[in-house]
């Protein structure tokens, strides 16, 4: 077995294990889920290990607690991690939508609040109510997430945040560090024509009027597409064309979108990831049709069937507060079972067969 801590792809500890999808500082959540699970964090004690696949923390009212409970699991041998593209974003020192609670978010101009979800149609900001981290607090989760793979893999399995794309894998393989793996990577980006092109301000204003550019979506898909540590933690992008109007969505308008990645995925080995704000079967909202457009909330994708999201939009429960919906009306914290292909949720009583 590859040493756990000479490489950014490590091995899975063993062959059964439950994959928790995006956690987003949903601390009650994840406590529901391990007790439901079989675990026993302070006694040290799971009916078998834990997989955790990356965006612990923002939006949700306590990351600070989720953080110091997933570490606890991984440093006592009962859980693995890898990094998200929050958790990236931490580490860059990026002020993102979500993350006012561990980098303050002090800018508001022109109707741009710099912590705040703004639904598109409405003129009020929702806010990310949530516990501040203290200096000492900063420093250890910083710490920690420094030491977190970017994937892992069996000879059956493998797990990464976003997207498992073979060059950045092996990339990430040859990395001897976080830091060296973050380090741009001087990507060429296209001579493009932005003449008319809007300015990064009017891309971040929920109030502009915003059209798709060409040259715009040809440097962003480089700089998102080429950089191995944004392919995986965030996934391959698209241009939408100029037939779609561009989204405002966590902080900026898109012209890109996400691509179904795992239709071009012929590695037979399961592969489960997060990030995608899947809906589960009883959700009370319409699922995103951006990348699964034709797939069942339980459904497993790809040309082998072999593709599997776990993401299952916990991080929209802070809008079901604000809205004073039912808590489980936008979804909910999964786990996947391993290698029984149960789903199992935090506020559900049924557990799920998925489908291949």
């Not at 830091?179 to 741009?184: L, M």
């Not at 204003?205 to 040809?218: T, V, Y």
């Not at 009306?329 to 009583?349: Q, T």
Request: charge should be negative; aromatic fraction near 8%.
């Amino acid at each position: 077995m590859t040493s756990q801590s000479s490489t950014l792809v490590q091995s899975l500890l063993s062959d059964r294990f439950d994959i928790i999808g995006d956690i987003h500082g949903e601390i009650d959540a994840l406590r529901s889920l391990l007790a439901r699970l079989g675990v026993d964090a302070e006694r040290g004690r799971a009916d078998r290990p834990l997989v955790f696949v990356g965006d612990l923390i923002d939006r949700g009212p306590d990351s600070i607690a989720v953080v110091e409970l997933v570490e606890h699991l991984v440093q006592g041998g009962l859980a693995q991690c890898v990094m998200g593209n929050h958790e990236f974003n931490l580490l860059r020192g990026k002020i993102k939508q979500g993350n006012g609670w561990f980098i303050p978010h002090e800018e508001v101009r022109e109707g741009r609040h710099a912590d705040g979800w703004h639904p598109i149609g409405e003129s009020e900001r929702v806010g990310f109510p949530s516990r501040q981290a203290a200096q000492s607090e900063r420093a250890r989760i910083l710490s920690f997430l420094a030491t977190l793979p970017v994937a892992l893999e069996s000879k059956d399995v493998r797990v990464v945040h976003a997207a498992w794309q073979e060059e950045a894998i092996q990339t990430a393989r040859q990395s001897s560090s976080v830091e060296a793996f973050f380090q741009p990577r001087g990507v060429a980006l296209p001579e493009v024509d932005l003449s008319g092109a809007p300015t990064p301000d009017e891309m971040e204003n929920p109030a502009s009027e915003i059209q798709f550019h060409p040259g715009l979506a040809q440097l962003q898909l480089a700089a998102q597409n080429e950089e191995p540590a944004k392919v995986l933690t965030s996934g391959l992008e698209q241009p939408i064309g100029p037939n779609k109007k561009p989204r405002y969505l966590s902080g900026k308008w898109r012209i890109l979108e996400r691509s179904p990645w795992w239709l071009n995925d012929h590695d037979p080995r399961a592969v489960v990831f997060g990030h995608y704000w899947r809906r589960r079967p009883d959700a009370q909202v319409p699922g995103k049709a951006e990348v699964f457009e034709g797939v069942g909330p339980l459904d497993w994708m790809g040309p082998h069937k072999q593709a599997f999201c776990v993401d299952y939009s916990v991080g929209y429960r802070f809008m079901a507060r604000h809205k004073g919906h039912p808590i489980g009306y936008h979804g909910g914290l999964a786990a996947l079972r391993w290698p029984e292909r149960v789903l199992i949720f935090d506020d559900l009583e049924q557990t799920f067969q998925t489908v291949r």
